[in-house]
């Protein structure tokens, strides 16, 4: 069982949609989590990390919930330009390797 | 200012042949960290060095892959006797100090032949 797992998706909506992407994780020492995006054929950029209380960045929502040890991500009114493959990423205390997951495809259509 | 760079950007090999990787992290970034993705596979944690010492290489598949960081910049990553399963693009990132944000590079592309 992978680390990290994540529906892979594609996730086909139209533009004004709201999706939602989760992510679940293995190992209960995980103490960091994040969401990159990462663009066909290019490097994973650091999308927002995710509290426990929950955190929101504009149109995007990141929730985690460490007793069902999963990760939430929600984007609201989705454009064309969040057409992008999104990773669920954790780490563990003392630890500085990113654990990721294989991602999950949107794509977003006029 | 400039990011994470890499290269070469692609590198085309033959299966048995020695490659070697090169990334030049943000300046004045004292982690430095590789990783690989495969098709299919996700991104994998290969090594990472704090300075010039590699306190992690849990990750590195086999003794054909070694890397070196000198000068606590430039990192190498060297893949020995290269196999068709090497084909993959090689991330590198960097932060400006452990268990900060990572900052990836372009990666390579390595295709063994």
């Known amino acids: 069982r992978k680390e990290v797992e994540q529906d892979p998706g594609p996730f086909n909506v139209p533009e004004g949609a709201t999706v939602a992407f989760n992510c679940t994780y293995s190992n209960s020492a995980s103490q960091s989590f994040f969401w990159y995006r990462q663009d066909c054929r290019k490097e994973p950029k650091l999308l927002m990390s995710v509290y426990s209380s929950g955190n929101e960045d504009g149109r995007f929502t990141a929730q985690l919930n460490r007793a069902s040890q999963y990760i939430s991500l929600l984007i609201r009114d989705s454009k064309l330009s969040d057409s992008a493959t999104y990773l669920c990423v954790v780490t563990q205390t003392g630890f500085q390797k990113l654990v990721f997951g294989t991602g999950t495809r949107l794509l977003v259509s006029p | 200012g400039a990011g994470v760079s890499q290269s070469p950007s692609n590198k085309v090999t033959e299966k048995g042949k020695d490659v070697e990787l090169r990334c030049d992290p943000i300046?004045?970034?004292?982690?430095l960290y590789w990783y690989r993705q495969s098709l299919g596979q996700g991104l994998e944690f290969l090594i990472y060095f704090q300075g010039n010492s590699a306190p992690d290489k849990s990750g590195l598949p086999s003794d054909r892959f070694s890397a070196e960081r000198t000068g606590g910049s430039v990192s190498t990553l060297t893949i020995q006797r290269t196999q068709q399963e090497d084909s993959a693009v090689y991330l590198c990132?960097?932060?400006?100090?452990?268990?900060?944000?990572?900052?990836f590079g372009p990666g390579t592309r390595l295709t063994v032949l």
């Open positions: 300046s004045g970034h004292t982690a």
């Open positions: 990132a960097s932060s400006i100090r452990e268990a900060d944000t990572q900052y």
